[in-house]
T-cell receptor, first 118, second 115 residues
Framework: AQTVTQSQPEMSVQEAETVTLSCTYDTSESDYYLFWYKQPPSRQMILVIR??????QNATENRFSVNFQKAAKSFSLKISDSQLGDAAMYFC???????????????FGTGTRLTIIP | GAGVSQSPSNKVTEKGKDVELRCDPISGHTALYWYRQSLGQGLEFLIYFQGNSAPDKSGLPSDRFSAERTGGSVSTLTIQRTQQEDSAVYLCASSLQATGKDTQYFGPGTRLTVL
């Protein structure tokens, strides 16, 4: 079974600075997808960024980028120019690339609570 | 609406009562997922639908939990004889298909409190 580990329960960053959230995962599969979701106090999980394992290029979405190290099974999220609206719980998630029984679900890490200091 | 919607937003019930939680997926999405988020267990998968069929019910914690989906759209998660350990946020997500490349989009969740 796949596991996702987020070793930082809480992080804080000064507004306008850069912060990196860590995520490692364990899998024996070669085809998979990785995601970062943001959950503000409103509870809604919002997709921040996704990475296909077969792509070597790191995904970027505006101020958000990832450092995907497939061999090390590491998938960190970098937030540049942090803004007050970035304050939330951030979850790393894994999804198998296989489309058969038992592989459709997302497996989540335990989350990192990010605080933005004005 | 454009996103996944869930109702009610909050539900308080007494131990032993039955509850129904509803999810409206994004229009055109064939796959629908239920997850549970609790302090002790984190985010855990409950059940998944492809169309009206539920190929994977492996995450349902007990036979008190059931779910159905009708018309390939709305889904209802039913918890019978609720227990205090059922208190959690129940999240619904949908995706275009049930393949890895299809991103799961989440609703705002239903917070269930069992007294």
């Amino acid at each position: 079974a796949q596991t996702v580990t987020q070793s930082q329960p809480e992080m804080s960053v000064q507004e306008a600075e850069t912060v990196t959230l860590s995520c490692t995962y364990d899998t024996s599969e070669s085809d998979y997808y990785l995601f970062w979701y943001k959950q503000p106090p409103s509870r809604q999980m919002i997709l921040v960024i996704r990475q296909e394992a077969y792509k070597q290029q790191n995904a970027t979405e505006n101020r958000f980028s990832v450092n995907f190290q497939k061999a090390a099974k590491s998938f960190s999220l970098k937030i540049s120019d942090s803004q007050l609206g970035d304050a939330a719980m951030y979850f790393c998630a894994y999804r198998s690339g296989l489309s058969n029984f038992g592989n459709e679900k997302l497996t989540f890490g335990t989350g990192t609570r990010l605080t933005i200091i004005p | 609406g454009a996103g996944v919607s869930q109702s009610p937003s909050n539900k308080v019930t007494e131990k032993g009562k039955d509850v129904e939680l509803r999810c409206d997926p994004i229009s055109g999405h064939t796959a629908l997922y239920w997850y549970r988020q609790s302090l002790g267990q984190g985010l855990e998968f409950l059940i998944y639908f492809q169309g009206n069929s539920a190929p994977d019910k492996s995450g349902l914690p007990s036979d008190r939990f059931s779910a159905e989906r009708t018309g390939g759209s709305v889904s209802t998660l039913t918890i019978q004889r609720t227990q205090q350990e059922d208190s959690a946020v129940y999240l619904c997500a949908s995706s275009l298909q049930a393949t890895g490349k299809d991103t799961q989009y989440f609703g705002p969740g239903t917070r269930l409190t069992v007294l």
